[in-house]
């Protein structure tokens, strides 16, 4: 069982001091991924957020060993990083036992970085791919991305007189990942940092690769002030925008269900980038975007063998 | 004890990198390279190696597995050609930038479009620029060669920096040569124990890999590493001549052929410098005082060589296998004449562009550039500075 009492105890693998903004999600999710395993840990950052925030030459904010390469190849990186570790350990130049995770923004990991990542994972590295999605590209300005909800209005894909935001549905890139059969795949949020930790305990003792998506809200792309953070993240998880569960082996999982599921349309109205959505000519996309979520909702429970 | 072999170029590379044994090997398949990762993947299934293999999904990513193994303080290979040199691209500076000691190899090919599977060098020479120590090979054996010797220097504290080692493709890739090997404890003599710098794995001192640097720092970081290049031709020199010492193989920084007394000259990088040397002894015989220059390495540019093997020339003609479109000739052609600069008497110099996409480069062909630089001699002029050789008007 995960515990604030342990965790508290752990030794700190990312600094505080970095200058990620006032309520980013990205060093939470870091933090959270990272309390879930005692072993030594290599960790490889793709180009974004958490990597410019955290290298700033001549400081660095990782108390481990790091490596950043490029935006799309966190996962082909730390594939190279644990194949040398194989390598040394089969000649018996290492003894320890270390583990290795790659964080990506939805930038780096839906979009530019998805064939990298999804050759990572069917050659069945030993490693955990972490997510920490934000839902655009916030490292160069909030950008749109494939994983930017509908609706959502970005600087590439704003609000203007004739289009209303985002024309498009986010990428299930969690569901993407099920289909590469590897040992553990999940969803996770850090409104619910048990079942997070718990989680990425999971990813990082299979034998093999695990992928985990987190949502990360951003205080400055999703326009929230920034100590709601935490608040934004627990109403994605109970309104079935973002649901929290797991696939182990092909088995699916919902490891928490909302007591009440909460409208979608509270959730939308606290952020900005979704206020052109209440004008009454745009209020039919909060109904689709309502229908989706059910939708999504309906068929995440078959998979996992429940019933509404 | 010397082995002969006879087999394709491909396989004297990969020879060459069973001889090696790297810890890891990531690389994607592509005309010409693909013998190179076949026969090693051989290799591997049947335990003549003890290198893991990553079968990547892109050069992309082959690139970038091969920067994070470096970095976790592994010796790293890959080979690739054309447009998966080209797809490597970004990730060439990066593994430069960071200092890594990675040796690829690159079987020229044409780049697209038109596609084309056969030899040119455009691939190698848009990667000119990315901080890469280039060695050109003329056949099999330098190819063997140059692998061997490009790990030394690549690994070495004065350098450490990435290595790419160039041969043509189908000419030389799947010509069947004779070429001669070491034994497997020479090589591995040779090269020695990497020893890794900084590494991923050395958990107790933490190191961040490729911090972002502003305008603070980035220009100092760049500035070593121009330094770290410059200073790689002692390192390749010393390197060569211990390699001598081994296999008695001599494989100078330039090639002279016939330049002691040479009047008219031709300077040509890889296979064609074979070609060439042919024409030359036929010359010869005719009384011409005709030489060959064959570069051994593009980067760090050999100027300092060159410059002195020119002085008493009367006319030099460049060869180069690919275009830099717009420019002012081929890169090689670039080089030279920006070499001969401070020289107080300059020979005359001219340009061909040749062989694009595999164009086959005749004894006849090369006969007339000789032929050019005598008339060129006697006018004292060079009419038309760049010019194709053996293409279609």
Known sequence: ?308 | MVKKHVEVGTTAVAMAMRQINPDVVAAYPITPQTAIVQTFSQYVADGKVNTEFITVESEHSAMSACVGAAAAGTRVMTATSSAGLALMWEILSVASGLRMPITMINVNRALSAPINIHCDHSDSMGARDSGWIQIYSENSQEAYDNVIQAVRIAESEEVRLPVMVMLDGFIISHGIEEFKTLEDDEVRNFIGENKPKYSLLDIREPVTHGPLQLFDYYFETKRQQADAIYKSRSVIEEVSRQYEKLSGRSQPIIEKYFTDDAELMIIVLSSTAGTAKSVVNELRKDGLKVGLIKPRLFRPFPYFELAEALKNVKAVAVLDRSCSFGAQGGPLYIEIRSALYELVQKPLIKNYIYGLGGRDISLENIRSVYSDLEKIVKTGRVEKPVSYLGVRK
């Open chain 1, 1 to 308: 069982m995960v515990s604030l009492k342990e965790i508290v105890k752990k030794e700190r693998k990312l600094s505080p001091g970095h200058r990620l903004c006032p309520g980013c999600g990205a060093s939470v999710v870091a933090n959270m991924i990272l309390w879930a395993t005692d072993d030594p840990v290599v960790i490889g950052i793709a180009t974004g957020c958490l990597e410019v925030s955290t290298t700033i030459y001549p400081q660095t904010a990782w108390e481990i060993p790091y490596i950043h390469s490029a935006f799309e190849n966190a996962a082909s990186t730390i594939s190279g990083v644990e194949t040398a570790y194989r390598a040394l350990k089969k000649k018996g130049k290492i003894k320890e036992n270390i583990k290795f995770v790659a964080f990506g923004g939805d930038g780096g990991t839906y979009d530019i970085g998805l064939q990298a990542l999804s050759g990572a994972m069917e050659r069945g590295h030993n490693m955990v791919y972490v997510c920490y999605d934000n839902e655009a590209y916030m490292n160069t300005g909030i950008q749109r991305s494939s994983a930017t909800p509908l609706g959502a209005s970005t600087t590439t894909s704003p609000a203007g007189s004739v289009i209303p935001g985002k024309l498009q549905k986010r990428k299930d890139l969690t569901y993407i990942m099920t289909a590469h059969k590897i040992p553990y795949v999940a969803q996770g949020s850090i409104s619910h940092w048990r079942d997070l930790v718990k989680k990425a305990s999971k990813a990082f003792e299979v034998d093999g690769p695990a992928f985990l998506n987190v949502l990360s809200p951003c205080p400055r792309g999703w326009r929230y002030d920034s100590k709601l953070t935490i608040n934004i993240a627990k109403e994605a998880v109970t309104s079935n925008f973002w649901p929290l569960y797991e696939v182990e082996n092909d088995n699916w999982k919902l490891t928490y269900k909302p007591k009440e599921k909460t409208p979608i349309e509270n959730w939308l109205k606290k952020q900005g980038r979704f206020k052109h959505l209440f004008k009454p000519e745009n209020t039919h996309i909060i109904d689709e975007i309502q229908n989706y979520i059910d939708n999504d909702w309906e068929n995440l429970l078959k998979k996992c063998g429940l019933q509404s």
